[in-house]
């Protein structure tokens, strides 16, 4: 395929330092799949950005001690010849907003791709196990099939629409259409106002999906529902809760953010397609895709 990725994912220990980083965690959460994905690697994969976050006042920021934090410190001992050559490149944001998912560390990604003249972008959250051969059959699939966007479905996709979409858990975008739409939508970080109302935890902030409310955007902007699409049917991935243990604040974190997301396309779906219910432009959005 004569394509070139570049792939970005966001990872934080929100509020360690130096002394309280918890290596273990990092290295089973985030160096060993970044080692699984660069050895297995398809020749279209480039490189990839990993964004940290060092907002000053931010839950989520990691101490900064001379353009360094904990994660891309981490980093610099597991590859220090890949970042020399450019394959991976750890960013620090300083921006990174009020919601752990952010919209903003991925444009500091969709940077980069564009810095490196990337054609595709992979999203990736390390929570999905994703090996190279995965990601080659997104590519091919993608191709085969003129997709904008595909994801890699993950287990239990069946059990909830959003898990259906190409979330930006693993989820291949062509470049060109972030480009188009201006990225990643920054108000998805939310404002610490406004909320949503759900039943199993009460009011909880308007934040998160900015996967779909981009896609939204993106078919807005076109005119129709721009074709996307779906691989592992028979074969999802792998969603790990490995590092999201039930009685954690983490554990609970995902929970709500699970419970909001439906609610939270809502939102959006009336925001961007006022004529329509947001079931009607579900039912138009997955009519233009297709699954492998």
């Known amino acids: 395929m004569n394509t070139n990725l570049f792939a970005v994912t966001r990872s934080f220990q929100g509020g360690a330092s130096f002394a309280t980083f918890n290596k273990e965690k990092c290295d089973k959460g985030l160096v060993a799949p970044i080692k699984k994905l660069f050895d297995t690697a398809p020749p279209e994969l480039k490189g990839l950005v990993v964004v940290t976050c060092a907002e000053l006042g931010s839950k989520y920021a990691e101490e900064l001690r001379e353009g360094e934090t904990p994660?891309?410190?981490?980093?610099?001992?597991?590859?220090?010849?890949e970042i020399a050559s450019?394959?991976?490149?750890?960013?620090?944001?300083?921006?990174?907003?009020?919601?752990?998912?952010?919209?903003?560390a991925i444009n500091a990604g969709i940077v980069v791709a564009n810095e490196r003249n990337a054609d595709k972008l992979l999203v990736w959250s390390p929570e999905i196990d994703l090996s190279g051969h995965m990601v080659y059959l997104m590519l091919y699939y993608m191709e085969?099939?003129?997709?904008?966007?595909?994801?890699?479905?993950?287990?239990?996709?069946?059990?909830?629409?959003?898990?259906?979409?190409?979330?930006?858990?693993?989820?291949?975008?062509?470049l060109k259409l972030l480009n188009q739409?201006?990225?990643?939508?920054?108000?998805?970080?939310?404002?610490?106002?406004?909320?949503?109302?759900?039943?199993?935890?009460?009011?909880?902030?308007?934040?998160?999906?900015?996967?779909i409310e981009a896609y939204f955007r993106a078919s807005k902007q076109q005119g129709e529902f721009i074709r996307w699409g779906?691989?592992?049917?028979?074969?999802?991935?792998?969603?790990?809760?490995?590092?999201?243990?039930?009685?954690?604040?983490?554990?609970?974190?995902?929970?709500?953010?699970i419970a909001r997301q439906g609610l939270v396309m809502d939102v959006y779906a009336r925001r961007i397609f006022s004529n329509l219910e947001?079931?009607?432009?579900?039912?138009?959005?997955?009519?233009a895709a297709s699954f492998t």
């Open 86 to 104: 450019g394959k991976l490149v750890p960013v620090v944001s300083h921006s990174w907003g009020l919601n752990a998912g952010s919209a903003t």
């Open 144 to 174: 085969a099939q003129a997709l904008e966007l595909v994801g890699y479905l993950r287990n239990q996709y069946h059990q909830r629409l959003q898990w259906r979409f190409a979330q930006n858990t693993c989820a291949i975008w062509n």
């Open 181 to 211: 739409i201006g990225g990643m939508n920054p108000e998805c970080n939310g404002d610490g106002k406004t909320t949503v109302s759900t039943l199993e935890y009460g009011e909880v902030p308007l934040a998160g999906m900015e996967d």
């Open 230 to 257: 779906g691989v592992g049917v028979l074969k999802p991935a792998t969603w790990s809760f490995a590092l999201k243990r039930p009685g954690t604040k983490e554990y609970k974190d995902n929970l709500e953010k």
């Open 71 to 81: 994660t891309t410190s981490r980093l610099q001992e597991f590859f220090p010849e």
């Open 278 to 287: 947001p079931i009607e432009v579900y039912d138009k959005m997955m009519r």
